[in-house]
């Protein structure tokens, strides 16, 4: 691990400004994922500027919708009432990321931020990994990669966001408020993430000077009909395979509206426009229709390591759906 330096600060102002002072620094809040990436020599930030006494671990419900602070704890926001009654599928989807130790360290901000899981990426022994040291290759094209993309990967990259949060919030709508020596900007969650391009190694758009201080959702309209489906390899504690976030706006049997995101499928969370233009005033009863529920799939380009997931992919989304619309 590098040596570094260490500045707390009190601001939102004094964390920007001391960004732009520190052109290799790193903000930490929870630090669940950076720790563990500088112990490992991933990252190797000379200074950290740590932001836990920022005013931003609040949560905040209004005519707007919800807001949620850039350092509220996993588990507060998975515990918090007006949560749990009006976005379950959000808590939902919290409760399913990471053991109790960690969404009790873990942050919002942090959540969005946090990087791949490829072991390639973790283990510095292999030379090959754009992400981790741009234009070097990608280990993982000739080695394992069962657990890497189906959808939108580049020959540079195939890894996938780890997030459970993100992908139900990108299934709600999402946005993430930033400031910058500008000021603040809100940026839809669904282009905050980035597909791996030529360019792996940038996971966000989130500007280099620029600081997450919170995460919005719009008035609730799924609390009735949503649920957070995720299958992994251990149901204690484990990254999903694959991750359903499904919400539907029902009136008797119509669908009036739907939200579908996938989990372990992408380097982002991955919205089904398809499906969900497809769902959108049709009845219930096309839950069961196999046609429809392939769409979930139609874009996937599975390398031989990994095209369960296209089963697993409509299976859990068929079930997600049946959850979500009470189809028995
Ligand atoms: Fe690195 Fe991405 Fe390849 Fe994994 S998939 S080895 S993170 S470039």
């Not at 919002?108 to 290759?137: H, I, V």
């Not at 398809?274 to 096309?286: C, F, H, I, K, P």
């Amino acid at each position: 691990m590098q040596d570094f330096r260490y500045q707390r600060v009190n601001s939102i102002e004094d964390a920007i400004h001391a960004l732009q002072q520190q052109p290799a620094a790193k903000f930490i809040g929870g630090g669940t994922n950076l720790l563990d990436l500088m112990k490992g020599d991933v990252e190797k930030p000379d200074y950290l500027i740590d932001i836990t006494r920022l005013p931003l671990a609040q949560i905040r419900v209004d005519d707007n919708g919800l807001l949620i602070g850039a350092l509220m704890r996993n588990s507060d926001v998975a515990n918090h009432a007006h949560v749990r009654k009006h976005y379950p599928l959000l808590a939902q989807a919290l409760v399913a990321g990471a053991s109790p130790q960690l969404r009790n360290m873990a942050t919002a901000g942090g959540n969005l931020l946090q990087r791949t899981r490829c072991g390639y990426f973790y283990d510095t022994a292999y030379a090959q990994c754009n992400k981790r040291l741009p234009g070097s290759g990608c280990a993982a094209r000739a080695g394992i990669a069962h657990n890497h993309a189906i959808f939108g990967a580049s020959e540079h990259c195939i890894a996938i966001n780890p997030s459970d949060m993100s992908v139900a919030l990108v299934a709600l709508d999402a946005s993430v408020r930033v400031q910058g020596p500008q000021g603040q900007r809100v940026i839809p969650l669904a282009d905050f993430f980035r597909l791996p391009g030529e360019t792996p190694h940038i996971d966000t758009n989130l500007q280099r000077d620029e600081l997450i201080v919170a995460v919005e959702l719009p008035p609730a309209r799924y609390a009735q009909h949503s649920h957070y489906l995720k299958i992994r390899e251990r149901s204690s504690y484990a990254f999903a395979l694959v991750s359903v976030a499904a919400a539907l706006d029902i009136s008797g049997d119509k669908i009036n509206d739907a939200r579908i995101a996938l989990g372990g499928v992408a380097h982002k969370p991955w919205r089904l426009n398809a499906l969900e233009d497809a769902l959108r005033g049709n009845t219930l009863s096309v839950l069961n229709d196999d046609a429809l529920i392939a769409l979930a799939v139609r874009d996937a380009q599975p390398s031989p390591q990994n095209a369960y997931k296209i089963s697993l992919v409509r299976t859990a989304t068929r079930r997600a759906l049946a959850i979500a619309g009470a189809v028995t």
